[in-house]
Each structure stands twice: as C-alpha cells, then as structure tokens.
C-alpha cells in the first residue's frame, strides 16, 4: 500500500516538475533567441560597416588618381580665372581669397562627383562584399562628400549612413583619405641649352641611329640603303661619315688613318649607277659627278692632337685619291666607359 502512494506521489512530483521547466523555457528561450539575434544583428551590421568603409576608401584611391589630369597647368589656369573673376566683382570677399577657393573647390567637387561617387562605392561594395552582399541592405541614406586637402597632398572621402543595429538605426560618419595624385611639372629649359643636350646625347647612340641623324644634319638626300655616298647635288657626291675620337678604339692613328683612306677610295671609285636605282628611280651617271666629298664628323670635345692629324696628314692622303675631307665637330661624347678594343671596320658602323 505504502509503495503505491510513494508510486503516486513521485509521479505528481515529477509532473509538477516537468511544468515547471516547461514554463522556465518558456521565458527563457525567447531571450536567450532575442540575445542571439541581437548578436548576429550587431556582427551583420560590423561585416556591412567594414565593407563600406573598404569600398570607400578604394573609391578615393580611384578619385585621387583622377585628380593627376586636372592638376595640369592648363586646366588649373582655367579654373584661377574663374573664381577671380568672381573675386573682383566682389571685393568685399578679397581678405578671404584663400578660404573661399578652397571652399569653392570643394563644392565643385563634391557636386560634379556625387553621382559617379556613390556609383563607385556601390560597386566596390558589391565586389567586396561577394556572397555577403544582403548585408548592404543594413546600410540606408548614405550621403558623399569630397574635400582636397593640397597642403598634405590628400583627397578625404567622407560618407554618413543610417546603419541597422539591435536598438534601431543609428548614424554613422566614416572619413578615408588617399593620396592625390598630381600632374608633374616639366622644368622648361632653353632651346639652346635643350639643343646642346641633344647633340651630346647623339654620341652616346649605338651607331646606325647616330649615323641616321647625322646623315639628315648633313643634308643627306639620297636613301639610306644607297651605296657608298649620302648626298649628290651640283655634281659634288658626298659620304657621311661619324667617328667618335674619344673611344679606345680610335687611339691609334694608324688605324684611324687606315679607315678613312678606305672610305675615300670607295668613294673615288664610286661611278654612280647606270640604271634607276631603287624605288625612288635614283640615277647618277659618272660624267655628273664633279666633286667627291668625305665628310668626317667628330665629337667637338676630341683632343687637338687627333683633330690636327686629320686636318694635315689624312686630309692630304684623301686629297692625293682624288677626295676632299671635310672635319666637322658636333656635340661632346665624354665617354666614361671605356669599350672593348674591336676593329675599326666593326665598331664605327657606316653612316649611310
């Protein structure tokens, strides 16, 4: 009998029990679900602010290099004009010309580039965001701004947003700067001056690009490809030549004597061309040609001593051949390397 009441009592007890933890569940799991909500709300909202924030700076990095081709000094010029023009036709603002500039500025910018801004930062969101992209739906009323800050050579983004969280919508401001990016500005120099460099800077060609602009110096008037001479007009056939004196391999004036004498025989046994040569139909027949030139160009900054050897023992060797040399000095090589020692024939290719 006892048994049977202890069997009857333990299961109201257990029921009365089993209530009881039914009703704690009861309130409990809805907060402990509220909580965890609010916790994922709030991870959510951090993910969207991150994403913003990385869309919005790339976005100014792409600004920033937008801004190096209305730097140039032409478009800069432009806008000066405009705003003081609207500084002298109001001369009370003159005191505030600096502020006002930049102020206008960065009105400007803000107005003309707000539409592509927000475009842009749409896109970086979406591109960043990937898979996570219904988490922009936690970001409403997002508002662009752009100020230029030229004395630390940056460009501020600035961005306020509505940002969904556990206790409602809340303002958020975020700030991103990026470089700017200028154009840069090209040191004029004088046209004599400017011309000086390049004729230095010729000796320090390879020797078929050097040839080519002295043949065009010279008056060369014949194709490249034409043999032996570069130039006839008059009846005088004339051949270009450069040899830059300063190299090693022109120390020996035995063979520098011996590459010019070969060059002057090839022009005194230059007989023209019988038949319209080439494209360009040239024809020189050898009862035309009066006068036979080699014109040797050197570097203007040679030593005296070759220039006079080429001016007295190699000028009358060319002459007993039936070739006048004509020496004309051009630009400085000041070569600091020096380079290995190689055949005259090989190293100082023909100008022609």
């Not at 959510?44 to 990385?54: D, E, I, K, P, T």
């Not at 100014?60 to 004009?81: D, F, H, I, K, Q």
């Not at 490809?225 to 391999?249: H, Q, W």
């Not at 005194?268 to 006068?291: C, H, N």
Request: aromatic letters at 6%; a neutral charge.
């Amino acid at each position: 009998m006892e048994t049977r009441e202890d069997n009857a009592l333990s299961r109201r007890l257990w029921r009365k029990d089993k209530a009881g933890m039914t009703l704690e569940a009861g309130l409990v799991f809805p907060i402990f679900m509220l909580v965890v909500l609010s916790c994922l709300i709030l991870i959510a909202g951090q993910s969207a602010r991150l994403v913003w924030r990385g869309a919005c700076l790339r976005t100014a990095e792409e600004l920033g290099l937008l801004t190096a081709p209305l730097s140039v000094l032409e478009l800069a010029n432009v806008r000066n004009s405009l705003v003081n023009r609207l500084l002298r036709e109001t001369a009370e603002l003159a005191p505030a010309k600096e502020t006002l500039l930049w102020s206008l500025e960065d009105c400007r910018d803000t107005l003309l580039s707000t539409p592509w801004l927000r475009r842009r930062v749409y896109w970086w969101c979406l591109q960043s965001a990937g898979a996570r992209s219904p988490l922009l739906k936690l970001i409403g009323n997002p508002r662009l701004s752009v100020n230029v800050d030229k004395k630390a050579n940056a460009i501020w983004l600035h961005s306020s947003y509505e940002l969904v969280t556990p206790f409602g919508k809340r303002l958020m401001k975020e700030r991103v700067a990026a470089a700017c990016w200028q154009a840069a500005e090209e040191k004029v120099k004088p046209a004599s001056e400017e011309r000086k460099e390049e004729k230095q800077n010729i000796w320090h060609l390879d020797n078929f690009t050097r040839g080519q602009i002295f043949r065009e110096e010279m008056g060369g008037n014949l194709p490249a490809s034409y043999p032996v001479i570069a130039r006839f007009a008059g009846g005088e056939a004339r051949m270009i030549k450069s040899i830059d004196l300063n190299r090693p391999t022109w120390s020996s004036d035995r063979d520098l004597e011996n590459f010019i004498l070969r060059k002057a025989d090839e022009l005194a046994d230059f007989a023209g061309t019988d038949e319209p040569w080439g494209s360009q139909k040239v024809l020189i027949r050898e009862d035309e040609i009066m006068r036979r030139v080699l014109l040797l160009v050197i570097p203007g900054d040679a030593a005296e001593a070759r220039k006079s050897f080429l001016n007295g023992a190699v000028r009358a060797a060319c002459a007993a051949r039936g070739v006048e040399l004509q020496v004309r000095e051009s630009g400085e090589s000041r070569l600091s390397i020096e380079t290995p020692e190689e055949d005259a024939a090989v190293a100082e290719e023909d100008a022609t």
